[in-house]
């Protein structure tokens, strides 16, 4: 089976000291495409070299909601010159986190609408990023009427998830899935069309149940996989096949 694990920070320092093993770890497991979701400026350019190094590995950059007051206009400047110079799947980790008090609803919506301004210009999806936030955030997508994209880690309802498909946005599942608590997220996955789910392992964050407490890695994206299955009708095989062909489809690749 062929498996795409669509958000993965493989470029962060947690994975300095064995990148290359967990990557052909991953392979060995059949993760044959990563991408890599940039979130701060100043880690474009090491996330690209990254992404030169290994095979599989494909490169999205972003200005991440929660590290607004590291961002600033330059930064914006400079994504447009990256995307004109470099090839890149997608604009993202970008998006919305109103999770915590006190933040500043009004510098995230301008930096959003920014960057989807960008991604619309370029003709490239974007990687959304979503914490107490989808309403708003799909107001602001129904005003760009963009490629599509991932909706990356979504814990959102139905309704709210019917409004990405419409708008052409597939929605991840990575680690919470393989949690048996995570009953409202399960049977959100279950109930959705096949043609409008991707793995996700957001590595090293959010990690399966199988390795609590450990460094997330892409090759525990089969956990995802077969939490997925034993949800759904569809057998394992099928799973992979068209998560992985939505994968190809969302990205163009």
Request: proline content about 4%; hydrophobic content about 40%.
């Amino acid at each position: 089976m062929q498996l795409f694990d669509t958000h993965c920070h493989i470029d962060l320092e947690e994975f300095d000291q064995d990148r290359g093993q967990i990557l052909t770890a991953a392979r060995e497991q059949g993760v044959s495409d990563i991408v890599v979701p940039g979130v701060l400026q100043n880690r474009w350019f090491h996330l690209l070299e990254i992404c030169e190094s290994y095979n599989g590995l494909h490169p999205a950059v972003g200005l991440h909601p929660m590290y607004l007051s590291e961002h600033n206009k330059t930064h914006l400047e400079l994504l447009e010159s990256v995307l004109a110079e470099n090839t890149v799947v997608a604009i993202g980790e970008v998006g919305l986190d109103f999770y915590v008090n006190d933040v500043d609803k009004q510098g995230q919506f301008k930096l959003l609408d920014a960057q989807l301004a960008i991604a619309k210009t370029a003709d490239l999806p974007v990687i959304l990023h979503c914490r107490k936030a989808y309403d708003d955030l799909i107001k602001l997508l129904t005003q760009h009427q963009l490629k599509g994209g991932i909706a990356h880690a979504f814990n959102g309802s139905q309704q709210q998830a019917g409004k990405l498909i419409d708008l052409g946005f597939k929605l991840g599942f990575g680690g919470m899935l393989t949690y048996e608590r995570s009953t409202k997220l399960r049977r959100l996955a279950q109930q959705l069309p096949l043609a409008n789910i991707v793995l996700e392992t957001d590595s090293p964050f959010m990690t399966v149940s199988q390795h609590q407490g450990e460094r997330n890695s892409p090759v525990y994206l089969p956990y995802v996989l077969q939490a997925l299955s034993e949800i759904r009708p569809e057998s394992m095989e099928h799973i992979a096949h068209q998560t992985y062909q939505n994968s190809l489809e969302v990205f163009c690749i």
